[in-house]
C-alpha cells in the first residue's frame, strides 16, 4: 500500500466519502452469513426425512456451523488488523459460498455437518471485519448511527432465514433441480448472492488494517477450539447418554479445564488472540455477557419454535417462516431508533427496558398451545424483536468504543465470538433439555404398543421422528388409522411440555441479562487508557461524566476513550 493512498481517519477532516455506499455492501455480505444460522431450520423437516438422520444429528448441522463460526472469529479479527479488512473478507466470502454449493450436495448426515463446518469456518470473516470496517471509515458523529443500522442487519437477517427458506422448499426454482433434492436450494442460494456481493465488495469497499498488527496466535487458537468444542459436545451428549452419564461430565469438565488454560494462555502471551483485558472493562464486559445471554435464550428457543409451526400447527415452510419475519421486524423498529431513546434516558435504562420487554415476548411462548391465536404469536414477536433491538444496538455501541481503531478486527471478534459461543451453547442445552423432556414424557406411551425397535427408537427421539414414523405406518397400510393418529397426538402431547420448558429457560436467561446490567453496568461509560496493547480501565468512580446523547454518537472525547494507533485506510477502493 503506497502511502499516497493511506489516510489517518482519526483526523476530523478526513472522512472516506462513500462510508454510506459501504455501509450498504457490508449489510448485504452480513445479511448472507447471519441468516444461515436460521435458514436451516425451516428445512429441518425435509432433511431429516431425505437423509434419515437423526435429532442429534440435525442438532450438529446447526451446530457445526455456529462452533466454527465463533471458534474462527478470533483469527479472522486478527488476520483483518494484519493483513488488510478487505482482503480477509473476500477470502471468507468466497470460502462460505464455495462450502454451500457443496452443503447442497450433501448426501448423508455426515457430509452435510462436515460442509456447514465448512461454511462457518468462511462465514466467520465477516461479522468481526465488517464492523471493524466500520468503526474505522465512519467518523466518531455518524459511528453510533453505523453501528445501529449493522445491528439491526444482524437482527433481521436471524429471521429472514426462515422466510427465505420456506420460499425456496415450497417454490420450485433450476435450484432444486440443479442439486438433485428439495432442500438444497437453502444453502445454493448463497452462491449468487457471495458472488455479487465479493464484486461489490472489489469495488467500493476500501482496504484498511492496523499499520502495527499483534502476531498470530496458534496455540491459543487451538485451546479455544477444543475448549468450546468438548463443552458443546458434553451438552449434546446429555441428550442421549442423560446428565449423569460419566462421559457427558467428562466432556463438560474437560472442555471447562481447557477454556481456563485457554484464559491463563491468553494472560500471559505478549500476543493474545482474545485480549482478555478487555473483559476488565465492564462498558465492555457488561453489555456483551446480556447479549449472550440474549442470544442463547432467541436461538436456543427458535430451533424448536420452527417445530411448533410446521408439525404442532401443520403450517407449510413458507408460513413458518413468514411467522418469524415478525421478530425481524420489532428489531429493525427498534435498533435504529434506539438512539433517540438513548439520548432521553442512557444506555443502561434503554438496554434494561428492552430486555425486559424481550423477556414477557418470551414469557409467552412458556404458556403457548397448539391453538393459540395466530394474531398473538406475530404480537409478541414484535415485542420480544423490539425489544431485543433495544439492546443490541446500544450494547454494540458501546463495547465498540471500547476498542481502539487499530484493534478494531480484534475487539469486534470478541464480541461476536463470546455472542455466537452463548448461541450454540442456548442451542445445545435447550436441544438436550427438550429431548430429554420429550423423551421422559413419550416413552410411557409408547411402550408395550408393539411397534419394532427402531421405530420405537425413532419416534422417542424427537416429534419430527414420530411424526416420520406415522408416515410409515400409514403408508404400510398394517395399521389403522387412529393408531396412527394416537401417535401423532402422543408426540405433540410430549413435545408442548417439553418447548414450554425450554421457553421458561429463555426467561430466565433473559432476566439474567437484566440482573447484570442492573447490577454491573455504569451508568457512565469508564475512562479507558491504553498502554501498547493492553486495555487499564480507569477508576469507575472518576469516570468521565458522558451525556447520553455524546455515548449513542460515539464521540470519543466525550467517552473518556484514549485513542493512540491509526489506521491505515485507502482513500479510494
Same mark, same amino acid.
Given at each position: 500500500?503506497?502511502?499516497?493512498?493511506?489516510?489517518?481517519?482519526?483526523?476530523?477532516?478526513?472522512?472516506?466519502?462513500?462510508?454510506?455506499?459501504?455501509?450498504?455492501?457490508?449489510?448485504?455480505?452480513?445479511?448472507?452469513?447471519?441468516?444461515?444460522?436460521?435458514?436451516?431450520?425451516?428445512?429441518?423437516?425435509?432433511?431429516?426425512?431425505?437423509?434419515?438422520?437423526?435429532?442429534?444429528?440435525?442438532?450438529?448441522?446447526?451446530?457445526?456451523?455456529?462452533?466454527?463460526?465463533?471458534?474462527?472469529?478470533?483469527?479472522?479479527?486478527?488476520?483483518?488488523?494484519?493483513?488488510?479488512?478487505?482482503?480477509?473478507?473476500?477470502?471468507?466470502?468466497?470460502?462460505?459460498?464455495?462450502?454451500?454449493?457443496?452443503?447442497?450436495?450433501?448426501?448423508?448426515?455426515?457430509?452435510?455437518?462436515?460442509?456447514?463446518?465448512?461454511?462457518?469456518?468462511?462465514?466467520?470473516?465477516?461479522?468481526?471485519?465488517?464492523?471493524?470496517?466500520?468503526?474505522?471509515?465512519?467518523?466518531?458523529?455518524?459511528?453510533?448511527?453505523?453501528?445501529?443500522?449493522?445491528?439491526?442487519?444482524?437482527?433481521?437477517?436471524?429471521?429472514?432465514?426462515?422466510?427465505?427458506?420456506?420460499?425456496?422448499?415450497?417454490?420450485?426454482?433450476?435450484?432444486?433441480?440443479?442439486?438433485?433434492?428439495?432442500?438444497?436450494?437453502?444453502?445454493?442460494?448463497?452462491?449468487?448472492?457471495?458472488?455479487?456481493?465479493?464484486?461489490?465488495?472489489?469495488?467500493?469497499?476500501?482496504?484498511?488494517?492496523?499499520?502495527?498488527?499483534?502476531?498470530?496466535?496458534?496455540?491459543?487458537?487451538?485451546?479455544?477450539?477444543?475448549?468450546?468444542?468438548?463443552?458443546?459436545?458434553?451438552?449434546?451428549?446429555?441428550?442421549?447418554?442423560?446428565?449423569?452419564?460419566?462421559?457427558?461430565?467428562?466432556?463438560?469438565?474437560?472442555?471447562?479445564?481447557?477454556?481456563?488454560?485457554?484464559?491463563?494462555?491468553?494472560?500471559?502471551?505478549?500476543?493474545?488472540?482474545?485480549?482478555?483485558?478487555?473483559?476488565?472493562?465492564?462498558?465492555?464486559?457488561?453489555?456483551?455477557?446480556?447479549?449472550?445471554?440474549?442470544?442463547?435464550?432467541?436461538?436456543?428457543?427458535?430451533?424448536?419454535?420452527?417445530?411448533?409451526?410446521?408439525?404442532?400447527?401443520?403450517?407449510?415452510?413458507?408460513?413458518?417462516?413468514?411467522?418469524?419475519?415478525?421478530?425481524?421486524?420489532?428489531?429493525?423498529?427498534?435498533?435504529?431508533?434506539?438512539?433517540?431513546?438513548?439520548?432521553?434516558?442512557?444506555?443502561?435504562?434503554?438496554?434494561?427496558?428492552?430486555?425486559?420487554?424481550?423477556?414477557?415476548?418470551?414469557?409467552?411462548?412458556?404458556?403457548?398451545?397448539?391453538?393459540?391465536?395466530?394474531?398473538?404469536?406475530?404480537?409478541?414477536?414484535?415485542?420480544?424483536?423490539?425489544?431485543?433491538?433495544?439492546?443490541?444496538?446500544?450494547?454494540?455501541?458501546?463495547?465498540?468504543?471500547?476498542? /481502539?481503531?487499530?484493534?478494531?478486527? *480484534?475487539? @469486534? !471478534? $470478541?464480541?461476536?465470538?463470546?455472542?455466537? =459461543?452463548?448461541?450454540? +451453547?442456548?442451542?445445545?442445552?435447550?436441544?438436550?433439555?427438550?429431548?430429554?423432556?420429550?423423551?421422559?414424557?413419550?416413552?410411557?406411551?409408547?411402550?408395550?404398543?408393539?411397534?419394532?425397535?427402531?421405530?420405537?427408537?425413532?419416534?422417542?427421539?424427537?416429534?419430527?421422528?414420530?411424526?416420520?414414523?406415522?408416515?410409515?405406518?400409514?403408508?404400510?397400510?398394517?395399521?389403522?388409522?387412529?393408531?396412527?393418529?394416537?401417535?401423532?397426538?402422543?408426540?405433540?402431547?410430549?413435545?408442548? /411440555?417439553?418447548?414450554?420448558?425450554? *421457553?421458561? @429457560? !429463555? $426467561?430466565?436467561?433473559?432476566?439474567?441479562? =437484566?440482573?447484570?446490567? +442492573?447490577?454491573?453496568?455504569?451508568?457512565?461509560?469508564?475512562?479507558?487508557?491504553?498502554?501498547?496493547?493492553?486495555?487499564?480501565?480507569?477508576?469507575?468512580?472518576?469516570?468521565?461524566?458522558?451525556?447520553?446523547?455524546?455515548?449513542?454518537?460515539?464521540?470519543?472525547?466525550?467517552?473518556?476513550?484514549?485513542?493512540?494507533?491509526?489506521?491505515?485506510?485507502?482513500?479510494?477502493?
Amino acid at each position: 500500500m503506497s502511502a499516497a493512498r493511506v489516510a489517518d481517519l482519526r483526523e476530523p477532516d478526513v472522512v472516506y466519502p462513500q462510508r454510506w455506499r459501504v455501509l450498504a455492501v457490508l449489510v448485504v455480505s452480513l445479511l448472507v452469513v447471519v441468516l444461515d444460522n436460521t435458514i436451516l431450520n425451516v428445512a429441518l423437516k425435509v432433511i431429516q426425512q431425505d437423509l434419515d438422520a437423526t435429532q442429534d444429528q440435525l442438532v450438529w448441522a446447526v451446530n457445526a456451523y455456529t462452533l466454527a463460526f465463533a471458534a474462527l472469529l478470533f483469527t479472522w479479527g486478527v488476520l483483518g488488523d494484519k493483513f488488510g479488512r478487505k482482503r480477509i473478507l473476500v477470502l471468507g466470502l468466497l470460502l462460505f459460498g464455495v462450502a454451500s454449493a457443496l452443503s447442497a450436495f450433501a448426501a448423508t448426515p455426515e457430509q452435510l455437518i462436515g460442509f456447514r463446518t465448512l461454511m462457518g469456518i468462511g462465514g466467520a470473516s465477516v461479522m468481526p471485519v465488517t464492523l471493524a470496517i466500520i468503526t474505522v471509515i465512519f467518523p466518531p458523529q455518524e459511528r453510533g448511527k453505523a453501528i445501529g443500522m449493522w445491528a439491526a442487519a444482524v437482527g433481521g437477517a436471524v429471521a429472514l432465514g426462515p422466510v427465505l427458506g420456506g420460499l425456496l422448499l415450497e417454490h420450485p426454482t433450476w435450484f432444486h433441480w440443479l442439486t438433485g433434492n428439495d432442500w438444497g436450494s437453502v444453502f445454493f442460494i448463497n452462491v449468487p448472492i457471495v458472488a455479487i456481493g465479493v464484486i461489490a465488495i472489489l469495488f467500493i469497499v476500501p482496504e484498511t488494517k492496523n499499520p502495527h498488527p499483534a502476531s498470530l496466535d496458534p496455540q491459543g487458537l487451538l485451546l479455544s477450539i477444543v475448549g468450546l468444542f468438548a463443552v458443546v459436545y458434553g451438552i449434546q451428549n446429555s441428550d442421549g447418554h442423560g446428565w449423569s452419564s460419566p462421559m457427558t461430565w467428562g466432556f463438560l469438565l474437560g472442555g471447562m479445564v481447557v477454556l481456563a488454560v485457554f484464559v491463563l494462555y491468553e494472560m500471559r502471551s505478549r500476543h493474545p488472540s482474545l485480549d482478555v483485558s478487555l473483559f476488565r472493562i465492564r462498558s465492555f464486559s457488561v453489555p456483551l455477557t446480556a447479549v449472550s445471554l440474549a442470544f442463547a435464550a432467541m436461538q436456543g428457543v427458535m430451533l424448536f419454535m420452527t417445530f411448533y409451526f410446521q408439525i404442532v400447527r401443520g403450517w407449510s415452510a413458507l408460513q413458518a417462516g413468514l411467522l418469524v419475519v415478525p421478530f425481524a421486524i420489532g428489531q429493525l423498529l427498534g435498533a435504529p431508533r434506539s438512539g433517540r431513546m438513548v439520548d432521553r434516558f442512557g444506555a443502561r435504562t434503554v438496554m434494561t427496558g428492552g430486555l425486559l420487554v424481550a423477556t414477557l415476548g418470551m414469557l409467552y411462548f412458556a404458556f403457548v398451545t397448539p391453538d393459540s391465536p395466530v394474531i398473538m404469536l406475530v404480537l409478541v414477536g414484535l415485542a420480544f424483536g423490539y425489544g431485543l433491538g433495544n439492546t443490541m444496538a446500544p450494547a454494540t455501541t458501546r463495547m465498540t468504543l471500547a476498542t /481502539p481503531p487499530a484493534r478494531s478486527g *480484534a475487539g @469486534s !471478534a $470478541v464480541q461476536n465470538t463470546v455472542r455466537q =459461543v452463548g448461541a450454540a +451453547l442456548g442451542v445445545a442445552f435447550m436441544s438436550a433439555l427438550v429431548g430429554a423432556v420429550y423423551s421422559d414424557r413419550i416413552g410411557p406411551v409408547l411402550d408395550g404398543r408393539g411397534l419394532p425397535a427402531p421405530l420405537l427408537a425413532a419416534a422417542k427421539d424427537s416429534i419430527g421422528s414420530a411424526y416420520g414414523v406415522a408416515d410409515v405406518l400409514a403408508a404400510s397400510g398394517q395399521v389403522p388409522a387412529a393408531a396412527v393418529d394416537a401417535l401423532r397426538q402422543a408426540a405433540n402431547d410430549a413435545f408442548m /411440555p417439553a418447548f414450554h420448558i425450554a *421457553a421458561y @429457560s !429463555a $426467561v430466565g436467561l433473559l432476566l439474567l441479562a =437484566v440482573a447484570v446490567i +442492573l447490577w454491573r453496568l455504569p451508568a457512565q461509560a469508564e475512562t479507558v487508557q491504553w498502554a501498547g496493547a493492553q486495555a487499564v480501565p480507569g477508576d469507575d468512580e472518576a469516570a468521565t461524566a458522558v451525556t447520553p446523547r455524546n455515548e449513542q454518537a460515539g464521540l470519543a472525547a466525550a467517552d473518556g476513550l484514549e485513542r493512540r494507533e491509526p489506521d491505515e485506510v485507502e482513500v479510494r477502493p
